[in-house]
DNA sequence: CTGCACCCCTGTAGGC
DNA sequence: TGCCTACAGGGGTGCA
């Protein structure tokens, strides 16, 4: 579950079935799922046994665990999940990381069909572990400023929608919740930052929290079953979404059917009267 | 600093 | 039924 509201539901869900319970033992299924944890597999399951896991911690997409100084770093890719249930429980062909528990009770199983997703351990990581530390402060962390993304936004040359899907100046901003804030703000994805004006920056800025609290409010946006919190269940901001994944469909704001461009090897959905295209372009 | 091409994977949907 | 392509909420890397 990509975003971060959905990561936030899944830390959200860790922090209260996982938090202050002890590591017993930990099984990696898939050594791509540790690819970025340099000491190898076996490392990784050694570092992990018997240790306490505590808070639960995010910053935009990335999410850890602490366990005294250090941390348990995820990032769940495309199609990760962090599941929590009985350890009785079928093992279903996509879990890559299985974590057991010394009181007995239910598991952890980091579960990724495509496996773009990882965990690192991450020794003295507890605060900010050290693989993101070129992640910027996400809109609802105490370290986020607003005037000074501002600033950054303006100051690059290149389109809105690229700036915004950029980790190292906002992060937890991905594909979706883009285009909801730009449709938000009136602003074409191709629009060159430095053409922004004041009020269009701060505007943008502000749907994108907006955007990102009120998804988080609804338990994220899932389309499928591989979007969902630890328990398994999906979040319903899909409802709420106006322009992506609704190609032809009508604009909630001007009924004018929403349109898809590709881009970036993706897609960008808007609404081409609220969102007009800009005469110089920037993608 | 920037865009860009391409890489990592599996699964699904749709056209033929 | 198979075979093909396009596409999917991710990021990282190397190169121009």
């Given at each position: 579950?990509?975003?971060?509201?959905?990561?936030?539901?899944?830390?959200?869900?860790?922090?209260?079935?996982?938090?202050?319970?002890?590591?017993?033992?930990?099984?990696?299924?898939?050594?791509?799922?540790?690819?970025?944890?340099l000491a190898g597999a076996?490392?990784?399951?050694?570092?992990?046994?018997?240790?306490?896991?505590?808070?639960?911690?995010?910053?935009?997409?990335?999410?850890w665990l602490s366990a005294?100084?250090?941390?348990?770093?995820?990032?769940?890719?495309?199609?990760?999940?962090?599941?929590?249930?009985?350890?009785?429980?079928?093992?279903?062909?996509?879990?890559?990381?299985?974590?057991?528990?010394?009181?007995?009770?239910?598991?952890?199983?980091?579960?990724?069909?495509?496996?773009?997703?990882?965990?690192?351990?991450?020794?003295?990581?507890?605060?900010?572990?050290?693989?993101?530390?070129?992640?910027?402060?996400?809109?609802?962390?105490?370290?986020?400023?607003?005037?000074?993304?501002?600033?950054?936004?303006?100051?690059?040359?290149?389109?809105?929608?690229?700036?915004?899907?950029?980790?190292?100046?906002?992060?937890?901003?991905?594909?979706?919740?883009?285009?909801?804030?730009?449709?938000?703000?009136?602003?074409?994805?191709?629009?060159?930052?430095?053409?922004?004006?004041?009020?269009?920056?701060?505007?943008?800025?502000?749907?994108?929290?907006?955007?990102?609290?009120?998804?988080?409010?609804?338990?994220?946006?899932?389309?499928?079953?591989?979007?969902?919190?630890?328990?398994?269940?999906?979040?319903?901001?899909?409802?709420?979404?106006?322009?992506?994944?609704?190609?032809?469909?009508?604009?909630?704001?001007?009924?004018?059917?929403?349109?898809?461009?590709a881009f970036m090897n993706?897609?960008?959905?808007?609404?081409?009267?609220?969102?007009?295209?800009?005469?110089?372009?920037?993608?």
């Amino acid at each position: 579950m990509p975003e971060l509201p959905e990561v936030e539901t899944v830390r959200r869900g860790l922090e209260q079935h996982v938090g202050g319970r002890t590591v017993e033992s930990v099984q990696v299924l898939h050594p791509r799922a540790v690819r970025r944890h340099l000491a190898g597999a076996p490392d990784f399951e050694a570092a992990l046994a018997g240790r306490s896991l505590d808070a639960a911690r995010r910053r935009g997409k990335y999410l850890w665990l602490s366990a005294g100084e250090d941390g348990l770093l995820a990032h769940l890719g495309m199609s990760g999940q962090l599941l929590v249930g009985e350890p009785s429980r079928p093992l279903s062909p996509h879990v890559r990381i299985r974590f057991a528990f010394s009181d007995g009770g239910p598991d952890l199983r980091f579960t990724d069909q495509r496996t773009f997703g990882h965990m690192a351990f991450v020794p003295g990581g507890a605060e900010l572990p050290g693989p993101i530390a070129h992640i910027a402060p996400d809109p609802f962390e105490a370290a986020y400023d607003a005037r000074t993304v501002a600033t950054r936004l303006r100051a690059r040359r290149t389109g809105v929608k690229r700036a915004l899907l950029d980790q190292t100046l906002v992060s937890g901003v991905g594909n979706i919740y883009a285009d909801e804030a730009l449709w938000r703000a009136g602003l074409h994805w191709a629009r060159p930052t430095e053409t922004l004006n004041g009020p269009e920056v701060s505007r943008l800025l502000a749907a994108v929290r907006d955007v990102l609290g009120e998804a988080l409010a609804a338990g994220g946006t899932s389309f499928d079953a591989l979007y969902v919190n630890v328990n398994g269940q999906s979040g319903y901001f899909d409802r709420s979404l106006a322009v992506y994944g609704r190609e032809n469909l009508p604009c909630p704001r001007c009924g004018t059917p929403v349109r898809r461009d590709a881009f970036m090897n993706r897609s960008s959905y808007t609404c081409p009267r609220c969102q007009p295209r800009p005469r110089r372009a920037h993608w």
